[in-house]
């Protein structure tokens, strides 16, 4: 079978910055399991592994605006320390939701002063062109639930959450993802 829309897809990958540096891998992990065309990994890789089939193995170069888009400026602010209510020990690295003009964004702490904090809205990877090397495992097709959930199942099981109608499942996070926001993941 090979990988189209709706198809349950297991890859192992390593993930690469434009430099070469490796960023994470799954090899020797466990890999990672995502819905083919339901943007649950970057565009770029999406398009890389469409038709591809169990033991493809490719090299595949994002640029940035395919991967997590390019880094913008404005979502980098300086907060006052005291929005930051009774959360003391702030440090480099932390992350929030922060409440904006658009809605709840995750945030990551850059830099702390005296008497503001440096945030930032922009992915981990924003503006970085990525290397993947991917190899692809397993490709089946998915469930009916799992196509209307957006998302793989853990062994074909439900997820567990009642999704209603709206099938906004699992708060959007993805367990094969690392604090850097690697794997591909579209989040």
Same mark, same amino acid.
């Given at each position: ?8 897809? !297991?890859?192992?990958? !390593? %993930? ?11 090899? *020797? ?5 995502? %819905? ?8 770029? =890789?999406?398009?890389? %592994?469409?038709?591809?089939?169990? *033991? $493809?193995? %490719? ?6 605006? &395919? ?9 980098? &602010?300086?907060?006052? =320390?005291?929005?930051? *209510?009774?959360?003391? $020990?702030?440090?480099?690295? @932390?992350?929030?939701?922060?409440? !904006? ?7 990551? /702490?850059?830099? /702390?002063?005296?008497?503001?904090? /440096? /945030?930032?809205?922009?992915?981990? =990877?924003? *503006? ?8 692809? @495992? ?18 074909? &099981?439900? #997820?567990?959450? $009642? ?13 094969? #993802? $690392?604090?850097?926001?690697? #794997?591909? #993941?579209?989040?």
């Amino acid at each position: 079978m090979n990988i189209a829309k709706h198809t349950a897809v !297991t890859i192992h990958y !390593t %993930l690469s910055n434009s430099q070469g540096e490796q960023i994470e891998s799954s090899f *020797g992990a466990e890999p990672m399991l995502y %819905l083919h065309g339901a943007e649950n990994i970057i565009p770029g =890789l999406e398009a890389a %592994l469409e038709g591809k089939a169990v *033991g $493809d193995k %490719l090299e595949v170069n994002v640029e940035a605006d &395919q991967a997590y888009g390019e880094y913008h400026e404005g979502l980098r &602010q300086e907060v006052p =320390l005291e929005a930051f *209510g009774e959360i003391q $020990d702030i440090v480099p690295g @932390m992350r929030f939701i922060a409440e !904006t003009e658009m809605g709840q964004r995750p945030v990551q /702490v850059t830099e /702390v002063k005296d008497e503001s904090v /440096v /945030v930032d809205g922009n992915h981990p =990877l924003a *503006g970085e062109n990525l290397r993947f090397s991917v190899e692809v @495992m397993e490709v089946r097709q998915a469930s009916e639930d799992e196509i209307a959930h957006g998302h793989i199942h853990a062994a074909g &099981q439900s #997820c567990g959450h $009642d999704h209603g109608d709206d099938h906004e499942c699992c708060g959007g996070s993805n367990p094969n #993802c $690392d604090s850097k926001g690697g #794997c591909g #993941c579209s989040h």
